[in-house]
């Protein structure tokens, strides 16, 4: 289902219920309204339609709004039957409008919670999750959004596309390979092919997203940039290359690039060093504490912290701290300064 696909079904409803025309502009309107939002503007700003796993009752807010929006749009006639039906809709489809944010937390794993929900929300953030097999709905939404640059909706693009919520199969590069060869495929030989077909076009598509998103000003998505280029240079062993993207990911907040800084590619730069040692200390995560930790070699806990009462064979993974040569007062000074800088910008961001 896509947004065009619930207008229409929302006015077909409406229409049947009250024997009155309804303008298409504004159902999207009323669609907004049921969530408690003001106008259809007021909630594409920042916000996309979802279905939940479960329904969601609506807020008193909520209704009021629905009702008022009814009235304003010359409803007033009908607004008790035609509110009762987009809201009988809203619950059998299990429709949410959930912030852009929030979708972009969800896809990379954070909870909700973290969110900031505003109070007009519909129903209650910590309950029902998006239905991520009927992601059509959410994908319409973000590609709307994207389309007036928001670069958060494109950042949540380049996620949805990278995930596995739009794969069903898996694909085959072979058999992709022998299809445009000319061979006829059938059976699982053609799903696999076209399967393959499908993953590359996804990949395609986050890169677009993502690019667009960095060019927007999304942190998140110029931090994974950074990253990458700083693989790929690695790979080509263009290090100096490495070391600017590593600088960029470094000031976009990422300690291990600090780290890779500090300890391979700008080792003599003594007072830069200490700037990533105090920015990290702001960010949570202090450069000069020992991340030493024992962890499961092997068996039905491999990967897991050591737990002695478990046993048997293990490895330490981890670094001893970073131990770099004093500064002077005056050059620690600047350094808490620059490092303040750099962490107000990544907060703020």
């Known amino acids: 289902m896509v947004i065009k696909e619930l207008a229409y079904n929302a006015k077909r409803q409406l229409e049947s219920a009250t024997q009155h025309p309804f303008r298409h502009a504004h159902v999207h ?6 969530f408690g939002f003001k106008s259809q503007a007021s909630l594409s700003t920042d916000h996309v339609l979802v279905v939940f796993d479960a329904p ?3 807020s008193p807010e909520c209704l009021a709004t629905l009702q008022k929006r009814l009235t304003e749009l ?6 008790d039957t035609a509110g009762t039906a987009l809201l009988q809709l809203v619950h059998e489809l299990r429709l949410g409008a959930v912030p852009i944010e929030a979708v972009v937390r969800e896809l990379s794993g954070e909870e909700w919670a973290d969110a900031d929900w505003e109070a007009d929300d519909f129903g ?5 999750g998006i239905d991520w097999e009927r992601i059509g709905l959410l994908a ?5 959004a994207a389309q007036r640059n928001h670069a958060q909706a ?23 390979s022998q299809m445009l060869q000319g061979r006829q495929l059938t059976g699982i030989e053609l799903e696999w092919a076209m399967a393959y077909r499908q993953q590359v076009s996804d990949s395609e598509r986050e890169a677009f997203h993502l690019r667009e998103a960095a060019s927007l000003g999304c942190s998140e998505a110029r931090l994974e940039l950074s990253l990458c280029s700083a693989y790929e240079a690695e790979e080509t062993n263009d290090f100096e290359a490495a ?5 960029e990911a470094a000031s976009l907040g990422d300690v291990d690039a600090m780290r890779a800084l500090i300890y391979t590619y700008d080792q003599s730069n003594l007072f830069q060093n200490w700037v990533w040692v105090y920015l990290s200390e702001l960010l949570g995560s202090d450069l000069r504490q020992s991340t030493l930790q024992a962890y499961h070699d092997g068996g039905m806990y491999a990967g897991q912290l050591y737990d002695d009462d478990q046993g048997g064979p293990l490895y330490v993974d981890g670094d001893e701290g970073v131990d770099l040569a004093s500064i002077s007062t005056e050059q620690e000074l600047e350094a808490r300064r620059v490092a303040q800088q750099l962490f107000s910008r990544i907060e703020g961001r």
């Open 29 to 34: 309107e009323l669609l907004a309204a049921c």
């Open 56 to 58: 969601l009752a609506p």
């Open 74 to 79: 010359g409803y007033s006639s009908v607004a």
């Open 124 to 128: 209650n953030p910590s309950q029902p």
């Open 140 to 144: 319409d939404s973000l590609v709307i």
């Open 154 to 176: 494109h950042f949540a693009l380049a996620l949805l596309y990278r995930g596995d919520e739009l794969e069903e199969t898996e694909g085959s590069e072979y058999w992709h």
């Open 243 to 247: 070391k600017r993207s590593y600088a």
